[in-house]
């Protein structure tokens, strides 16, 4: 079946560091992949996304890279600040049939002051 | 605007009880998505409705869970005689599909509702 493996499942950087989280999905027919944050007690927010046709994307200290023939895809994020601290979920989607999204099981992120 | 909004926020219930949640998705978005997160695990698909179409429930535990969409707006997940690993945070998302059912949106997702069956 469908399935996408996320790595690592908790990561500690120091304040400023970059932090890398690392996705493998199975489907080949997917062809979206968002990124969400989870803050503790609140549904997960949309923070980059990037389609199939596209190698790379950034937004201010943010940044998502695909790899369609290895089906893996990363999220970077720059310059770590406290407030990066969260959950993060990877997921893969097909824009065609049901849009369901097939999520990773989250990596949680510590941003050491 | 307003977001997705779920209710309740918070629910326990006994075991074998049935419970009822809402969710009341974007205006004017035609896709809603109910996922399942449970302690520590990531979302778990349940069941997506898409306009007029037949709903996909593929993603449902078992025939004890149910949903419906009212008037193409507000959703309802029911859970039958509940059990105590039906215990998770139940979360809500809509999303914009143009016609013809071509993605255009990502999904925006409510505050959840959490689940305790004691």
């Known amino acids: 079946g469908e399935n996408v493996e996320q790595h690592p499942s908790t990561l500690s950087v120091q304040e400023g560091d970059s932090a890398v989280i690392k996705c493998t999905y199975s489907d080949s027919a997917s062809n979206y992949f968002p990124w969400y944050k989870q803050e503790l007690g609140k549904g997960p927010q949309l923070i980059i996304d990037?389609?199939?046709?596209?190698g790379e994307k950034k937004d201010q200290r943010i940044a998502v890279t695909l790899n369609k023939t290895a089906k893996h895809f990363s999220l970077h994020i720059t310059e770590t600040q406290p407030e990066d601290s969260a959950v993060y979920f990877c997921a893969a989607s097909r824009t065609s049939g049901t849009y369901k999204y097939i999520f990773g099981t989250g990596t949680r992120l510590k941003v050491l002051a | 605007g307003a977001g997705v909004s779920q209710s309740p926020s918070n629910k326990v219930t006994e075991k074998g009880k049935d419970v009822e949640l809402r969710c009341d998705p974007i205006s004017g978005h035609t896709a809603l998505y109910w996922y399942r997160q449970s302690l520590g695990q990531g979302l778990e698909f349940l069941i997506y409705f898409q306009g007029n179409s037949a709903p996909d429930k593929s993603g449902l535990p078992s025939d004890r869970f149910s949903a419906e969409r009212t008037g193409g707006s507000v959703s309802t997940l029911t859970i039958q005689r509940t059990q105590q690993e039906d215990s998770a945070v139940y979360l809500c998302?809509?999303?914009?599909?143009?016609?013809?059912?071509?993605?255009?949106?990502?999904?925006?997702f409510g505050p959840g509702t959490r689940l305790t069956v004691t």
């Open positions: 990037i389609r199939s046709n596209v």
């Open positions: 998302a809509s999303s914009l599909v143009a016609s013809g059912g071509t993605h255009v949106g990502e999904q925006y």
